[in-house]
């Protein structure tokens, strides 16, 4: 961070009293000494001032009558780490940057770098004020209204779909879709083993069984092998599953066509989960467009937010127009109340779709940004044995949505829990790779499809990965700061 520090800029020949109120009105606790050529001599704080009071000064008195000290500073451009190091051994809480010349030109504060660095958080733009402040004005604060119409119309018209719903949330949108693709209990549900468990229950919702399919390690989506076993499978059982949930993971999308091509064969209905791939495409189409019907969430995690919310989208205008049905409790059109089906209160609010409106004329900022976080990363650490990154499959763009990366366990010097430990103790937060559902004690008598016999991608996916701090609001200096950590921590220094 670039601070304007001349109000802190003091000469020896100033008055304690005069300090004392430039130390109040700089507001950062410190003064810098300059000498005679404008070098950095000391930094002056409150309790040096109280400690000449104390030893017999009085406030007429000059900064003169301060003991020697020896500056510590840094050179204008260090790192937050070299900071961050420099103020633990000294005990302080600031750090001047001088230039070639020995003159402050910045100042590093410990707050600075205390600041958590977080894996992925809300970055609004100037637009979503307008649209939700609409709202406020003309009092359509309720459910519905103009932002959700006009959300659900530009977002169609963004990803090239034909209709969508805007709802409260990915998971809700999973679960609508589930519904009008007609799962019912006792029916057998395919999906991605290696995604967050908000792909998976809505399966269980509809009182179906989950069967998982592994992910193919070339892309880290739903493995075409594994899926053609599965359904091969199934068929010989005479067990074909109503619908496949699958997942575009981190950002990337899954090898739809194969997927398309082998589950229209099966006549099995599929069901595109891109509530991380938003921005994505494949094939040079939208990503979340390629199943029957396709979901994006808008959770404040996402790659754009309206804090919670989601979407449902298909090229079907009658399932669209039945989500939207189901969606607000399967009320009849009649004059009074009237239901003849069961439904749900799953519609976004006008106000959060006004979110959504302005988030959306910025998605394609945000994917640039993650990428670019991701290139940093790879950039500043591909020298690193035994470190490795999620790959980016040739048939589109990721989103990079969050950056993940893998530590061989041979080479590494630490596993991945003592890795996102060792992370956590300079305020960075990292997470594992999601816990396959296969692995979960919640789907424990699930059967489930490896990549090949014998071999479960998910699994070492998840011995192995990590996501990093991710968000199209980093700032350089923080993944400056990461990259410090993650040198040390995997080179041992
Ligand atoms: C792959 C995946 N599917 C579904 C969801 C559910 O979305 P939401 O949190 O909006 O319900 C999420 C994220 O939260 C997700 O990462």
Avoid at 135 to 146: D, E, Q, T, V
Avoid at 351 to 361: E, N, P, S
């Amino acid at each position: 961070m670039y601070r304007n520090i001349n109000a802190l800029l003091v000469e020896s020949h100033i008055s304690i009293r005069d300090a004392m109120a430039r130390l109040d009105r700089g507001a950062l606790r410190v003064l810098l000494l300059l000498d005679d050529a404008g070098r950095l001599q000391r930094t002056i704080t409150d309790g040096d001032l109280r400690r000449l009071l104390v030893g017999g000064a009085t406030l007429r008195d000059t900064l003169a009558r301060l003991p020697e000290k020896t500056a510590v500073s840094l050179p204008l451009g260090a790192g937050h780490k070299a900071a961050l190091d420099l103020m633990d051994r000294h005990q302080i809480d600031h750090i001047p940057l001088v230039d070639e010349t020995g003159r402050p030109c910045d100042l590093i504060i410990r707050t600075d770098l205390r600041s958590p660095i977080l894996l992925s958080t809300p970055h609004l733009g100037d637009q979503e004020r307008e649209f939700v402040e609409d709202a406020f004005r003309s009092n359509w604060i309720a459910p519905l209204g103009p932002n959700v119409d006009a959300f659900e119309r530009e977002l169609a018209d963004h990803v090239g779909i034909g209709h969508a719903a805007a709802v409260s949330s990915g998971t809700a949108a999973i679960h609508l879709a589930l519904n009008l693709l007609g799962v019912r209990p006792g029916d057998v549900v395919f999906c991605s083993s290696l995604t967050f468990v908000a792909s998976a229950n809505p399966i269980l919702y509809q009182g179906a069984t989950p069967v998982f399919i592994d992910s193919d390690p070339a892309t880290w989506n739903l493995s075409v092998p594994a899926l053609r076993r599965a359904l091969a499978d199934a068929e010989r059982k005479g067990r074909l599953p109503r619908a496949l949930v699958v997942v575009n993971l981190y950002g990337q999308s899954a090898d739809m066509a194969p997927i398309m091509e082998l589950c229209d064969a099966y006549g099995v209905a599929v069901v595109e989960d891109a509530a991380e791939s938003l921005g994505a495409s494949y094939r040079g189409r939208a990503s979340g467009t390629w199943g029957r019907i396709g979901i994006y969430s808008f959770n404040g995690n996402k790659i754009i937010t309206t804090s919670g919310g989601g979407m449902l989208i298909s090229d079907n205008a009658e399932f669209v127009e039945r989500a939207r049905f189901l969606a607000t409790q399967a009320r009849d059109p009649a004059p009074w109340y009237l239901h003849t089906q069961m439904g749900y209160n799953y519609r976004m609010s006008n106000i959060l779709a006004g979110v959504g409106r302005g988030q959306l004329r910025v998605l394609e900022d945000r994917v640039a940004a993650r990428r670019g976080v991701f290139d940093r990363y790879r950039a500043a650490l591909s020298d690193l044995p035994g470190l490795g990154w999620m790959p980016e499959a040739d048939y589109g763009q990721s989103t990079r949505w969050l950056s993940v990366c893998t530590l061989d366990p041979e080479v590494a010097r630490t596993t991945t829990t003592g890795f996102i430990a060792a992370l956590a103790r300079h305020n960075i937060e990292a997470r594992h790779v999601w816990n396959p559902m296969h692995l979960q004690p919640l789907f424990a008598q699930c059967d489930y499809y490896p990549h090949e016999e014998g071999h479960s991608f998910s699994d070492e996916a998840f011995r192995t990965g990590v996501c990093l701090p991710s968000g199209s609001n980093l700032e350089a200096g923080q993944i400056e700061l990461v990259c410090d950590v993650i040198r040390d921590t995997l080179t041992g220094r």
